[in-house]
């Protein structure tokens, strides 16, 4: 292996054809760099130099040489400068799966912001629900989730809090109780229900659970729907009415109508969720700059 830098003492008397104007441009005195010079040719087996009165000449070697050492110089500071980049969590690859309803809250704001300062880190998105979430970080397919907690305990899963968010009640335009202004949980009972099946997301199922239970009565689920456009979809077509995340109130709008749950315990939260034992530099930024925002 020929060390850099001999490469680069090379280099600098090959462009300056002189020792000594070389020697300066290395901060170095001309004796040392005349040996460098003289080691690299011992090492490579070849004259790569053709000597006159502290001047240089190149052999045909030599201008071989030269061509392929600062090919070699450039790569070898790239490979420093990318590594720094990784290093830093300028570069790399995140990818992130969320919730379709973090799609309404704070998440867009930061993917527009942080693909703005961190245009070298490759970064990948996918809707998934908070169980499939939990099933990619496990099988290292994604970084980091965005979901509704909780989820089973697990000693390499953490969670952090991200966003927060209130239900809603959706109905058809058409609906009888569209036109109820201040609508209540209450006035729901014996409606028909199209639901987010408690196996897909547990945290939101069980939170919507427990306002019908307040009110009263168990929702009459006539149609469940893996996704919350999935289930609004529904509710746009008449299936039935749902209790969805109130981010997404203005979603298909024309067709549906949204009414606020009144209730204390409306609220809940979102939570980034990621792996313990992953080490992923812009994955550290892009968290950072969540926290900072």
């Not at 040489?65 to 995140?94: F, I, M, N, P």
């Not at 729901?188 to 408690?198: D, H, N, R, T, Y």
Request: glycine residues 8%; proline residues 5%; aromatic residues 6%.
């Amino acid at each position: 292996m020929i060390d850099l830098r001999l490469l680069r003492q090379f280099v600098a008397g090959a462009e300056e054809q002189h020792f000594h104007r070389a020697a300066a441009r290395l901060h170095m005195s001309q004796p040392p760099l005349t040996a460098a010079i003289r080691r690299l040719e011992e090492q490579i087996g070849a004259l790569l130099v053709i000597r006159g009165h502290r001047t240089v000449g190149l052999t045909a070697a030599g201008e071989v040489l030269l061509v392929q050492a600062r090919h070699t110089l450039q790569q070898a500071a790239h490979a420093v400068e990318a590594t720094r980049e990784a290093a830093a969590g300028r570069s790399g690859q995140v990818r992130v799966a969320y919730v379709g309803s973090a799609l309404y809250g704070r998440l867009p704001p930061l993917i527009r912001t942080f693909r703005r300062s961190h245009p070298q880190v490759r970064l990948e998105l996918r809707e998934a629900t908070s169980r499939q979430q939990q099933h990619m970080l496990a099988k290292g397919e994604i970084d980091l989730g965005v979901l509704i907690p909780p989820i089973p305990a697990s000693p390499g899963m953490q969670l952090q809090d991200f966003d927060v968010d209130a239900l809603a009640i959706a109905l058809p335009h058409a609906h009888p109780l569209a036109s109820v202004v201040a609508l209540r949980m209450e006035d729901l009972a014996g409606e028909e229900f199209v639901s987010w099946p408690a196996v897909e997301g547990e945290g939101f199922h069980s939170h919507v659970m427990r306002q019908c239970v307040a009110a009263g009565f168990m929702p009459k689920v006539v149609q469940e729907a893996h996704g919350m456009h999935a289930v609004l979809s529904l509710v746009a077509v008449e299936t039935g009415i749902a209790i969805v995340p109130s981010s997404m109130v203005g979603f298909r709008d024309t067709e549906v109508c949204y009414r606020p749950v009144q209730s204390d315990d409306a609220h809940f939260s979102l939570s980034f969720c990621l792996r313990t034992d992953v080490d992923n530099p812009a994955l550290h930024a892009f968290m950072g700059m969540a926290r900072s925002g």
